[in-house]
């Protein structure tokens, strides 16, 4: 079965440079979910898409922003970035039912900033 | 949101039977009860979802009383595969949208 593509895997950046992370849902879902994993830290959650709008806002830096396009795959832009930035970040997706998500994450990219 | 609480760490042994129970007092009437697995430098994996009572699937059993204000993963017969952080979410589509947040999970270690 199709799973969540993360691209790319790994990304290693320079302080105050930017970075762009893609995500890639499973095909047919409509919702998509960025998360922020530091070492050792439980995952954060960044933001949320549903049908391309914005759905909820977590705790995203004002420096990152993100986006999901018609062809329903999403975009992390990062901007600006700092030694704190460094992290897994992961995405997932789900269709949304009127239950509770049940969201399938995709294998992450790790993000050096040097 | 309902906020959760569970236990920091727990130890196993292979073949025994594992219980995490976490606490949701503030759930509301709508929301569910799911259960992820994180190993590292992974993202989490579904485990299973519940609304009330019993739910069990091939690979767990999650036990959720009358009141709803805890719930219980339970594993059985656990592998030393099935060291991993466990994590308790809940929610659903009526409370605070669909905005996930993991709190601290469960660090199982499994041992030999």
């Known amino acids: 079965a199709a799973g969540v593509i993360q691209s790319p895997r790994h990304l290693i950046k320079e302080k105050r440079e930017t970075a762009t992370l893609k995500c890639y849902p499973i095909p047919r879902h409509d919702t998509v979910y960025w998360y922020q994993q530091g070492p050792g830290q439980d995952p954060q959650f960044l933001i949320s898409f549903y049908e391309k709008m914005q759905s909820d806002k977590g705790s995203i830096p004002d420096r990152f922003s993100a986006q999901q396009f018609s062809d329903y795959h999403s975009e992390l832009n990062m901007s600006s970035l700092e030694l704190g930035d460094s992290a897994l970040y992961f995405c997932a997706s789900s269709l949304r039912t009127s239950r509770a998500d049940t969201q399938y994450f995709g294998p992450g990219t790790r993000l050096t900033v040097l | 949101l309902a906020k959760t609480t569970q236990p920091i760490s727990m130890d196993s042994y292979e073949g025994q039977e594992v219980n995490i129970t976490c606490s949701h007092n503030?759930?509301?009437?709508?929301?569910?009860i799911t259960w992820y697995q994180q190993f590292p430098s992974q993202g989490p994996r579904f485990i299973i979802q519940g609304y009330k009572t019993k739910v069990t699937n091939e690979v767990a059993s999650l036990f959720i009383p009358a009141d709803r204000k805890s719930s219980t993963l339970s594993l059985p017969r656990v592998s030393l595969s099935d060291t991993a952080v466990y994590y308790c979410?809940?929610?659903?589509?009526?409370?605070?949208?669909?905005?996930?947040?993991f709190g601290a999970g469960t660090r199982l270690f499994v041992k030999a």
């Open positions: 503030n759930i509301a009437t709508n929301d569910y």
């Open positions: 979410l809940v929610g659903g589509p009526n409370t605070g949208g669909f905005k996930t947040i």
